[in-house]
């Protein structure tokens, strides 16, 4: 059953073999011969080929490399410098950062004495509680807005960066 079907679906396909004289291509050539053949399958890929003892080296900041402190081939610890990068806009934010910082400086110089005059009028019955509270207030933002300026300046540069340049 299974090869009158096989049979039949080549008959249909027009591969079927006949006794009788061929009629068309295959009349011309009395057997084929397979043999094994190479096909070029080239096909376009996108890769990165990373070398297994290399590793690359990441800084903090962008910028441009200032001063490289290895030659290609020696070799590096771990937490070793290898090279320093700088960049001018870091230095002027650095500069803008260190405005900012003497200006609340100043503000909390100044509302320090303000804090330490009410302390004594309210000792003395001159102001009521409330003053007090309110030159507390303006003394402990101050406060907090030169902590909040001196964690910006350390987060912005890091540890290993200073006048505008950084460690890789």
């Known amino acids: 059953m299974r090869t009158s079907l096989i049979v039949a679906a080549l ?17 011309a050539a009395d ?6 053949q190479k096909v070029a399958d080239e096909k376009a890929v996108f890769a990165t080929v990373e070398s297994a003892n ?3 080296a990441r800084a903090r900041i962008g910028g441009t490399v200032a001063e490289l402190t290895v030659k290609e081939g020696d070799e590096v610890a771990q937490g070793a410098v290898v090279a320093t ?33 009410a302390e004594d009028l309210f ?7 409330t003053r007090l509270d309110e030159t507390r207030t303006v003394f ?9 300026l001196g964690d910006l ?16």
């Open 11 to 27: 008959a249909v396909l027009g591969l079927g073999f006949s006794p009788g004289p061929c009629i068309g291509p295959a009349a």
């Open 31 to 36: 057997s084929f011969t397979v043999s094994p």
């Open 54 to 56: 290399i590793v690359p």
């Open 85 to 117: 990068v700088g960049d001018e806009k870091l230095a002027l934010q650095m500069k803008s950062l260190d405005a900012q910082i003497s200006g609340i400086e100043a503000q909390l110089a100044q509302a320090k004495s303000d804090l330490d005059r």
């Open 123 to 129: 000792a003395k019955g001159t102001i009521p509680k």
């Open 140 to 148: 402990n933002v101050g406060t907090n807005s030169h902590r909040a």
């Open 153 to 168: 300046g350390a987060v912005a540069v890091g540890p290993d960066v200073e006048d505008g340049a950084g460690l890789v």
